[in-house]
């Protein structure tokens, strides 16, 4: 109880003795003044204590809305409170920063008491929190939202600075309404990781199948080029030189060591194939790739080559060079006849996300080119085997299937940027030994 209503209580109360003495005095001399006075204090006492009474009911009134207020204003939650005739009645801090941009900007303008729906999304246009789409005029949009609010008891707002909201809205029976907003884009955030993981594990698993599927075949294949190769070579010698069949099998022979070949591409990517690992120094290995294919590539097309001292990987050299070549000839083809650039680096790098050890060192090779780009679905399918773009004949779909079984093999990690009509950049990262 305050100083002031004690004060009143002891008033009134005192107020009350006073009363009864002056009415028990009067009633003893039998004197109707006293008596009246007597009656008079009374009635004050009366007054006092009802004054009394009504004061300490108001100020409890006033700490319980002292409260209730200072706790809607603690809350994480967004709270807005809309009178019946929808406008914003009361807010709390939380719901003025949530129609800031990124909820902090102090530039932005904030909801104010009075305010509408229709000038509340008015004004998360304003703040760039929602976007007119092309083709939607903002009138007709605000019209479209406010009644999607007004419909909705539950919904969830993507903001167009990309954060994420739970709206509820709950009516009061006095025609008023409460909109309750609660941000959720750490959940969204955690989800969309979770989708993107659950992709990447089922693209694995695919490549995975089609490596066991692809090295299945191989091995049959191979067994069948055996007696075809051997026989055919016996077959060749067997004939006069510079003779018509002679020349007919030649090219048999030369049909069958192709498909040998395509054979041990199909074995790589499915890992069957062991192969031969050293301590490799990548530059060297890089530089006679390039001499390789300098050679090889149309003068329309640039190479460009930037190699940094690296220090050296374990690696096989053969496979090395099997994967600058491959890239460096997908780069070319899809510059195709017209002018364009390769550009192949070499250059220490950190270490990838996903690497186990954040301090060793990690080499990156980087072939990009200003050929004609992938768009997302060709990019997402560019490692399975047999999967090409290109006419029948010119490619197998097997070089990134064996660029991708190669880097895998030695701990490395591939990642591509492409986008139609503006190239393509391979970024290979290898631990380096
Ligand atoms: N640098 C690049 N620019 C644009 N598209 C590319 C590039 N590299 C690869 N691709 C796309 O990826 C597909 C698969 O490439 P991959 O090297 O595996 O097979 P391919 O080149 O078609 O045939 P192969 O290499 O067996 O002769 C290509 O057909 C092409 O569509
Ligand atoms: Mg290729």
């Not at 992938?374 to 085997?385: G, W």
């Not at 490619?395 to 660029?403: D, E, I, M």
Request: hydrophobic share 45%; glycine share 8%.
């Amino acid at each position: 109880m305050t100083a002031k209503a004690r004060l009143r209580t002891r008033v009134a109360a005192s107020l009350g003795i006073a009363a009864v003495a002056t009415l028990l005095a009067g009633a003893l001399a039998l004197d109707t003044r006293i008596v009246a006075l007597g009656l008079a204090v009374l009635l004050a006492a009366a007054a006092a204590a009802a004054a009394a009474l009504l004061y300490r009911r108001l100020a409890a009134a006033r700490a319980l809305h002292a409260s209730i207020t200072g706790a809607i204003e603690g809350i994480d939650q967004g709270f807005g409170m809309f009178d019946a005739a929808g406008r914003l009645a009361l807010c709390n801090r939380r719901y003025r920063e949530i129609f800031r941009r990124n909820g902090t900007d102090p530039d932005s303008r904030t909801p104010e008491i009075g305010m509408t729906v229709r000038d509340l999304v008015g004004l998360t246009i304003e703040n760039g929190l929602n976007v007119v789409p092309a083709g939607q005029s903002t009138r007709e949009f605000i019209k479209e939202r406010v009644a999607g609010l007004r419909s909705a008891r539950n919904l969830v707002w993507h903001t167009a600075d990309g954060r994420w909201f739970a709206l509820d809205v709950s009516p009061a029976p006095d025609g008023r309404w409460v909109a309750l907003w609660t941000e959720i884009t750490e959940i969204k955030r955690a989800e969309e990781e979770r989708r993107s993981l659950a992709m990447q594990l089922h693209h694995a698993q695919k490549l995975e199948a089609m490596g066991t599927l692809a090295g299945g075949m191989a091995h049959d294949l191979n067994n069948a080029m055996v007696p075809l190769l051997a026989l055919t070579k016996l077959a060749v010698a067997a004939l006069p030189e510079g003779s018509r069949e002679r020349r007919r099998l030649e090219l048999v022979q030369r049909g069958a060591e192709r498909a040998r070949e395509v054979a041990a591409q199909m074995l790589a990517f499915s890992r069957e194939e062991k192969v031969d690992t050293a301590a490799v120094d990548f530059p060297t290995v890089l530089r006679e790739a390039m001499e390789l294919l300098r050679t090889s590539l149309p003068a329309t097309i640039r190479l460009e080559t930037r190699i940094q001292p690296v220090p050296p990987i374990v690696a096989n050299a053969g496979q090395l060079s099997q994967v600058i070549v491959n890239l460096v000839t997908n780069a070319s083809q899809a510059i195709g006849a017209q002018m364009g650039t390769i550009d192949v680096s070499l250059e220490l790098a950190p270490p990838p996300a996903q690497a186990g050890d954040q301090r060793s060192s990690w080499v990156r090779l980087a072939v990009a080119d200003t050929g004609c780009g992938m768009n997302e679905a060709t990019r997402q399918r560019i490692f399975e085997p047999f999967f090409t773009t290109k006419e029948v004949g010119q490619g197998t779909g097997l070089g990134l299937s064996v660029v991708h079984g190669i880097i895998a093999a030695h701990g490395g990690t591939i990642e591509v940027s492409s986008r139609p009509g503006d190239g393509t950049r391979f970024d290979i990262l290898l631990p380096a030994a």
